[in-house]
């Protein structure tokens, strides 16, 4: 059965902080793996990984993916309270599944 | 232009109705989703469209029936809603089944 699992579930960290959210996956005909940022409406598109080892950089956020390993992790280095959201990755293969999402709360 | 817009934003009904979700898209994709994020913010997937054809189909109640008139839209329709349907469903399109998926702003459904 294909699944993404992500973890933690939660975190809650200071200001300034560095976090790592990790995302494995075991998924059919895996193509890419994508992580996605939600605050209060929908999940917005951050980053889509096709190939191992090549980190992806936005800013603060960086990601990268291990496809010998089936997983990848998110990084936000300095983290700002408006970095507080529940951060999704997701696989693309034969389907296209989300994980469970890890809940970030940034605080000053 | 809104790429992906969905409506209504709100729905609040009663149990027993029937009602409909609209989603639109912009981009020109092939493939559109409706997924449903309940209380614990899981967004499990609930159908897929490829061109007008049903490509993904999970273990969703037959109450639920997606509608797909174009490859512009995909519709949800919901008969004899029950209580355990409250939650956010969200409509997404995305150019294949295989790339990263836009998503609508959602529909918050409450049935009393």
């Known amino acids: 059965e294909d699944k993404v699992v992500q973890s933690p579930l939660s975190l809650v960290v200071h200001e300034g902080d560095t976090v790592t959210l990790n995302c494995s996956y075991e998924?059919?005909?895996?193509?890419?793996l994508l992580w996605y940022k939600q605050e209060k409406k929908a999940p917005t598109f951050l980053f889509m990984l096709?190939?191992?080892?090549i980190e992806k950089k936005s800013g603060r956020l960086s990601s990268i993916l291990d496809k010998k390993e089936l997983f990848s992790i998110l990084n936000i280095t300095a983290t700002q309270t408006g970095d507080s959201a529940i951060y999704l990755c997701?696989?693309?293969?034969?389907?296209?599944?989300f994980g469970t999402g890890t809940s970030l709360t940034v605080i000053p | 232009d809104t790429a992906v817009s969905q409506t209504p934003k709100y729905l609040v009904t009663q149990m027993g109705n029937d009602k409909s979700i609209k989603c639109e898209q912009n981009?020109?994709?092939?493939?559109m989703y409706w997924y449903k994020q309940d209380s614990k913010k899981f967004l499990k997937i609930m159908f897929s469209?490829?061109?007008?054809?049903?490509?993904i189909n999970e273990t969703v109640p037959n109450r639920f029936s997606p509608k797909s008139p174009d490859k512009a839209h995909l519709n949800l329709h919901i008969n004899s809603l029950e209580l355990g349907d409250s939650a956010v469903y969200f409509c997404a399109s995305s150019l294949t089944h295989r790339t990263e998926a836009f998503f609508g702003q959602g529909t918050r459904l409450t049935v009393v």
């Open positions: 469209y490829n061109n007008k054809e049903l490509i």
């Open positions: 981009l020109g994709h092939d493939t």
């Open positions: 997701a696989s693309t293969g034969n389907q296209f599944y």
């Open positions: 096709t190939s191992s080892g």
């Open positions: 998924v059919t005909n895996f193509r890419s």
